[in-house]
């Protein structure tokens, strides 16, 4: 009776669905076609230890609600098909009181602009530490998984780097590509522009940087470029107004779009990123009664951006955080802030998705 009731309800969210023209999130759907089977728990475990493709829908790979996709949750829809376990759920979550990352990603100077591959192995940022060539350099580091910590930090070196202010850089999803944002920079069209580098294998650095054209580059200025873990959009922000994005044609990005006013509604926001399942969108906007730059969430309804809402306060510190960072999974937010506690003038934090009611402190329990 209760597998024919759970049928029931199943189908009736199906038709529902199918006639609003509102994106399913359906719990235990990992593979996102409208069925919870067996299929769901192939794609699970193929995600975990085959490094198999992000689930569609992130938050329907939780379905034992713990607010982090793990081995698990594999478990839990096994149980649920074959031996009459409990109903699939949505997670209730909440972030936890932020953590300094300490060094040596930050240092006694700024750090800012803290991006990393989807999976967590390589990572750049802006810092003006010493060793650089002038102003804020483009830094990088890899993660050691046998000691749990970043390597020690390495300069882009002169191919990205100059006397000016290297800005705002971010991966591509293979680490083979750095973007970054660069003033006047020469061969470029004037003001701040989106730059790529590529990694060169043989000589082990990144190479000269390029323009990304007229098409990304136009009138005014571009800031904070952020590429979707597929690689198939670029998100910036433009000072003509807000949040744009441009999608990738194969062999060029195409044309941006300015997206809609419930993302972009003061035309101050910045530093935009994009879960794997492209179904949630972070970024800082200013305002608010402090006048400081606040983070924001927005998620994908199915045919658009649904209205912005604040993030929690133990994430928007009344002195203000910005440089929003979601890592691909959605677990991880990493921002910049000058809070207490830090090592800099503007150190990286990072806070981790917890359920609610669980203490709000990175890695404990209740």
Same mark, same amino acid.
């Given at each position: 009776?209760?597998?024919?009731?759970?049928?029931? +309800?199943?189908?009736?969210?199906?038709?529902?669905? *199918?006639?609003?023209g509102?994106?399913a999130?359906? /719990?235990?759907?990992? @593979?996102?076609?409208?069925?919870?089977?067996?299929?769901?728990?192939?794609?699970?475990?193929?995600?975990?230890? %085959?490094?198999?493709?992000?689930?569609?829908?992130?938050?329907?790979?939780?379905?034992?609600?713990?607010? @982090?996709?793990?081995?698990?949750?594999?478990?839990?829809?096994?149980?649920?098909?074959? %031996?009459?376990? /409990?109903?699939?759920?949505?997670?209730?979550?909440?972030?936890?009181?932020?953590?300094?990352?300490?060094?040596?990603?930050?240092?006694?100077?700024?750090?800012?602009?803290?991006?990393?591959?989807?999976?967590?192995?390589?990572?750049?940022?802006?810092?003006?530490?010493p060793?650089?060539?002038?102003?804020?350099?483009?830094?990088?580091?890899?993660?050691?998984?046998?000691?749990?910590?970043?390597?020690?930090?390495?300069?882009?070196? /002169?191919?990205?780097?100059?006397?000016?202010?290297?800005?705002? /850089?971010?991966?591509?999803?293979?680490?083979?590509?750095?973007?970054?944002?660069?003033?006047?920079?020469?061969?470029?069209?004037?003001?701040? !522009?989106?730059w790529?580098?590529?990694?060169?294998?043989?000589?082990?650095?990144?190479?000269?940087?390029? @323009?990304?054209?007229?098409?990304?580059?136009?009138?005014?200025?571009?800031?904070?470029?952020?590429? *979707?873990?597929?690689?198939?959009?670029?998100?910036?922000?433009?000072?003509?107004?807000?949040?744009?994005?441009? !999608?990738?044609?194969? *062999?060029?990005?195409?044309?941006?779009? +300015?997206?809609? @006013?419930?993302?972009?509604?003061?035309?101050?926001?910045?530093?935009?990123?994009?879960?794997?399942?492209?179904?949630?969108?972070?970024?800082? %906007?200013?305002?608010?009664?402090?006048h400081?730059?606040?983070?924001?969430?927005?998620?994908?309804?199915?045919?658009?951006?649904g209205?912005?809402?604040?993030?929690?306060?133990?994430?928007?510190?009344?002195?203000?955080?910005?440089?929003?960072?979601?890592?691909?999974?959605?677990?991880?937010?990493?921002?910049?802030?000058?809070?207490?506690?830090?090592v800099?003038?503007?150190?990286?934090?990072?806070?981790?998705?917890?359920?609610?009611?669980?203490?709000?402190?990175?890695?404990?329990?209740?």
């Amino acid at each position: 009776m209760r597998r024919l009731v759970n049928s029931l +309800l199943l189908f009736s969210l199906i038709f529902l669905v *199918s006639i609003s023209g509102i994106q399913a999130q359906m /719990p235990g759907d990992v @593979n996102e076609d409208s069925l919870v089977d067996v299929g769901d728990v192939v794609y699970e475990i193929n995600y975990l230890f %085959r490094h198999g493709a992000y689930p569609l829908c992130l938050d329907c790979a939780d379905p034992n609600g713990t607010c @982090n996709i793990e081995v698990g949750d594999a478990v839990y829809l096994l149980n649920y098909l074959f %031996r009459a376990g /409990p109903t699939p759920q949505t997670p209730e979550c909440d972030w936890s009181e932020p953590v300094n990352l300490g060094l040596p990603i930050n240092s006694t100077e700024g750090e800012e602009s803290f991006r990393t591959t989807p999976d967590g192995k390589l990572v750049v940022w802006s810092s003006n530490r010493p060793g650089t060539y002038g102003n804020h350099d483009i830094w990088y580091s890899f993660w050691n998984s046998i000691s749990g910590s970043w390597s020690e930090p390495r300069n882009c070196g /002169p191919h990205v780097n100059t006397i000016l202010e290297d800005l705002g /850089p971010c991966l591509s999803p293979d680490g083979k590509k750095l973007y970054c944002v660069e003033f006047s920079r020469p061969g470029g069209y004037g003001d701040w !522009e989106i730059w790529v580098s590529t990694w060169d294998s043989v000589n082990s650095e990144w190479d000269v940087l390029e @323009n990304l054209g007229p098409t990304i580059n136009a009138t005014g200025s571009e800031w904070s470029p952020f590429v *979707s873990p597929d690689g198939t959009k670029l998100y910036f922000s433009n000072s003509w107004g807000g949040i744009w994005v441009s !999608e990738w044609n194969g *062999s060029s990005w195409d044309t941006p779009v +300015l997206l809609e @006013n419930t993302v972009n509604a003061s035309g101050t926001e910045k530093h935009a990123s994009v879960t794997a399942d492209n179904k949630t969108l972070y970024f800082t %906007r200013w305002g608010g009664p402090n006048h400081t730059y606040h983070m924001c969430v927005s998620h994908w309804t199915g045919t658009g951006w649904g209205i912005a809402v604040l993030l929690p306060p133990q994430i928007n510190d009344p002195i203000g955080a910005g440089w929003s960072y979601i890592t691909a999974d959605g677990r991880k937010l990493y921002f910049v802030s000058g809070r207490e506690g830090g090592v800099g003038s503007g150190d990286i934090w990072v806070s981790e998705r917890i359920p609610i009611g669980k203490k709000k402190q990175l890695g404990e329990e209740r």
